[in-house]
């Protein structure tokens, strides 16, 4: 048996070789055309290279790791919120109230029913066909295989230029519904697990009262012209304090849901939101540099990070987790692409099953929320990267099929 020699490096060495692989992984992917492979894909298989499952360069293990860990993760969700374009959900609801559509036309009420009929199917499976001794709660496994990528749906429509036809926009609002429900309801979910139901879990909805209220003195401040003045003045690039103050409001979610005993992602989700709902700039530099300051540094390391705390061993170990693989990912496919037959009452039927394969597409959420329950020992550490090796296949393949499907970027309205 060969033996890995074992290296050890300190923190800052560690960090290098991490942010070497960051630089180096979209460099070899753009170089390997022949499969389209999401950059953040390449990013988790260089973790597992480096990690302890291969060449055991790195461990990631140490309170610095940790801290990028958790804060790559919740800029993650932080820039999640920021992609939800509140413009364009006004611009879907006024297009289908001008059109008269039938209410079972209409994007709203699609994304509502579908993802209703996905938390069902998902329960079903989740209580009739997992082993209760990998995973320990129902519900929390029906959340996971719930969550979609709105990361991954919003760029793909918007490549093919389908972002402003009707199907694209009832493809994005189911995506952004069942983004934004799950996260809430795993939210809720992890804090009943730890405490009971008691008055503690009503304290999550005083995130969105502080968003509430945090939105309202946006709004003011922006209509007074000495304040916007002054923000205009010190945005110029030693000051940045619209980006201050973004950082300031995302770092002020995780804390407030920290204290209101929430999962952290709910808080920078929503701080997201708020970005994106005070961003009132046609051009919204102001995401485009937060996005470009957290997909260059918190963001790939997250993901290699991620990749380096995948245990192959411990999944080829487990005879049942590695057997959970191919069923947990036929069941991620089929939750999404059962309900999703209501879109035949609008669309074609190649339109439906594209919709269903782009919704099948999992990557941050299902991640997050499959750390979540590692944490609370929910689910086993093969289990864990059972759910990551899913995610690295729907990431893959479903933009892929989706492509297929729709190859010309044209959608066939009726």
Avoid: C
């Avoid at 049942?320 to 069923?327: G, I, K, S, T, Y």
Wanted: cysteine-free; glycine content about 6%; overall charge negative.
């Amino acid at each position: 048996m060969v033996s890995i020699p074992t290296f050890h490096f300190t923190t800052f060495e560690s960090l290098m070789l991490v942010l070497l692989a960051s630089f180096l992984v979209p460099i070899l992917l753009s170089r390997w055309q022949r499969v389209e492979m999401p950059i953040v894909v390449g990013e988790i298989i260089a973790g597992i290279i480096i990690g302890p499952s291969l060449l055991g360069i790195i461990d990631g293990q140490g309170e610095v790791f940790d801290f990028l860990l958790d804060f790559g993760l919740a800029y993650l969700m932080f820039i999640a919120g920021m992609e939800i374009d509140f413009t364009m959900i006004g611009k879907i609801s006024k297009a289908a109230g001008e059109a008269k559509a039938k209410i079972t036309r209409h994007p709203i009420f699609l994304a509502v029913t579908t993802f209703s009929l996905t938390l069902v199917i998902s329960y079903y499976i989740s209580t009739n066909l997992v082993d209760p001794e990998l995973v320990k709660n129902d519900w929390m496994l029906a959340l996971i295989l719930s969550t979609t990528s709105l990361g991954v749906v919003l760029p793909v429509l918007k490549e093919r230029r389908l972002s402003d036809t009707r199907f694209g926009q009832s493809v994005l609002m189911s995506a952004l519904f069942a983004d934004f429900v799950t996260m809430l309801l795993i939210s809720l979910l992890a804090t009943y697990l730890e405490g009971g139901l008691n008055i503690e879990m009503l304290l999550v909805f005083f995130l969105f009262l502080a968003f509430a209220a945090l939105y309202r003195t946006g709004i003011v401040a922006q209509r007074s012209n000495t304040i916007r003045k002054l923000f205009e003045d010190l945005s110029h690039a030693t000051s940045q304090i619209k980006l201050r103050a973004s950082l300031a409001i995302l770092v002020s979610f995780i804390v407030l849901a920290e204290i209101l005993n929430a999962e952290m992602i709910l808080g920078a989700f929503i701080a997201g939101v708020v970005i994106s709902l005070l961003t009132t700039s046609p051009e919204r530099k102001v995401e485009r540099d937060l996005e470009a300051f957290g997909f260059s540094f918190f963001i790939p390391i997250f993901f290699i990070l991620v990749g380096v705390s995948f245990d192959v061993q411990e999944l080829i170990s487990s005879k049942d987790a590695l057997l959970l693989v191919p069923l947990l990912l036929a069941a991620a496919i089929v939750v999404k692409m059962v309900p999703m037959m209501l879109f035949r009452l609008s669309f074609t039927w190649k339109e439906t099953f594209a919709a269903g394969s782009l919704l099948s597409a999992r990557l941050s959420l299902i991640i997050a929320a499959s750390l979540i329950a590692l944490e609370q020992e929910i689910i086993t550490p093969a289990v864990n990267s059972a759910i990551i090796l899913v995610a690295i296949i729907t990431v893959t393949l479903s933009p892929i099929v989706f492509s297929k499907l729709m190859p010309n970027g044209k959608s066939e309205e009726e």
